[in-house]
T-cell receptor, first 119, second 109 residues
Framework: GAVVSQHPSRVICKSGTSVKIECRSL??????MFWYRQFPKQSLMLMAT?????????EQGVEKDKFLINHASLTLSTLTVTSAHPEDSSFYICSASGTSGGESGDTQYFGPGTRLTVL | RKEVEQDPGPFNVPEGATVAFNCTYSNSASQSFFWYRQDCRKEPKLLMS???SGNEDGRFTAQLNRASQYISLLIRDSKLSDSATYLCVVNRRDDKIIFGKGTRLHILP
């Protein structure tokens, strides 16, 4: 199946700093990338959807100025958590969909996630 | 009512048994359906897509019932390694993706 990588896998930062998370599709062109957040024992919550070359669409309640998303190419999207606070500590997961071989464009392939801890 | 609903479980099932769980969806415009498996503190991994005709992959069988708006997952001959949370995912025609909250499965030795 298609491979999506995420970097870093774990980050610890001080309150007030910014953290950038990268999401890459390694063997297919991801026309759409998604960013999720997952708090302990809860389901994934979609934060935003981004299409290559256009602005991201944010879900209700997600601050676009705090969570900056850039999808500059068909294989890379970045999420920047600006001025991070302890309540931003969470597991951030990206996923990508596109066409890869015979796979449907609906199928999402998830990155391994980034665990963010803000002190 | 939530758009995608799953029984959170946990389902505690002895090894070797068959277990089945359902997921209901409320939006009849939903067009694609998937089961993902998520291990503790890991990302979800695609288990299988769900087709109207039903599909089988080894010990796993998925079914879609559009009339009643539910999808099901059946696991036969369950193994300890099947212990995980199973997420039902629905793609709507407007490309919105909705996750269920997941069903926790514990396979007991």
């Amino acid at each position: 199946g298609a491979v999506v990588s995420q970097h870093p896998s774990r980050v610890i930062c001080k309150s007030g700093t910014s953290v950038k998370i990268e999401c890459r599709s390694l063997d297919f062109q991801a026309t759409t990338m998604f960013w999720y957040r997952q708090f302990p024992k809860q389901s994934l919550m979609l934060m935003a959807t981004s299409n290559e070359g256009s602005k991201a669409t944010y879900e209700q309640g997600v601050e676009k100025d705090k969570f900056l998303i850039n999808h500059a190419s068909l294989t890379l999207s970045t999420l920047t958590v600006t001025s991070a606070h302890p309540e931003d500590s969470s597991f951030y997961i990206c996923s990508a969909s596109g066409t890869s071989g015979g796979e449907s464009g609906d199928t999402q392939y998830f990155g391994p996630g980034t665990r963010l801890t803000v002190l | 009512r939530k758009e995608v609903e799953q029984d959170p479980g946990p389902f505690n099932v002895p090894e070797g048994a068959t277990v089945a769980f359902n997921c209901t969806y409320s939006n009849s415009a939903s067009q694609s359906f998937f089961w993902y498996r998520q291990d503790c503190r890991k990302e979800p991994k695609l288990l299988m897509s769900v087709y109207s005709s039903g599909n089988e992959d080894g010990r796993f069988t998925a079914q879609l019932n559009r009339a009643s708006q539910y999808i099901s997952l059946l696991i036969r001959d369950s193994k300890l390694s099947d212990s995980a949370t199973y997420l039902c995912v629905v793609n709507r025609r407007d490309d919105k993706i909705i996750f269920g909250k997941g069903t926790r499965l514990h396979i007991l030795p």
